[in-house]
Nanobody
Framework: QVQLVESGGGLVQAGGSLRLSCAAS????????MGWFRQAPGKEREFVAA????????RYVDSVKGRFTISRDNAKNTVYLQMNSLKPEDTAVYYC???????????????WGQGTQVTVSS
């Protein structure tokens, strides 16, 4: 079982940037695809971004393409989500997730972190 701890959330004005981090412990980090989901108030959780085990493949939901970048550092057991040009509609709790592959993670993550709040003011 892998443990996931997110950090980096906060309050930012529209147009600003934040970088989320997710530190993983437990089983071998490099064996997992990693990703991010989010849940806005009153809405269901939605997929945001995923990255393959080696970092060679990434996937994004259309609404964040060109603004968000997912990356990973297997030496540090950490995955990142760089969020630029933030919009009020990006306000949500962001969750770090794992999966057997980037494509499988989109529909069915294996593990979830506790989440970190991101609030974008207009």
């Amino acid at each position: 079982q892998v443990q996931l701890v997110e950090s980096g959330g906060g309050l930012v004005q529209a147009g600003g940037s934040l970088r989320l981090s997710c530190a993983a412990s437990g089983r071998i980090f490099s064996s997992y695809a990693m990703g991010w989901f989010r849940q806005a108030p009153g809405k269901e959780r939605e997929f945001v971004a995923a990255i393959s085990q080696t970092g060679s493949r990434t996937r994004y939901v259309d609404s964040v393409k060109g603004r968000f970048t997912i990356s990973r550092d297997n030496a540090k057991n950490t995955v990142y989500l760089q969020m630029n040009s933030l919009k009020p509609e990006d306000t949500a709790v962001y969750y770090c997730v794992t999966g057997p592959s980037a494509s499988a993670l989109v529909t069915g993550p294996s593990s979830w972190g506790q989440g970190t709040q991101v609030t974008v003011s207009s």
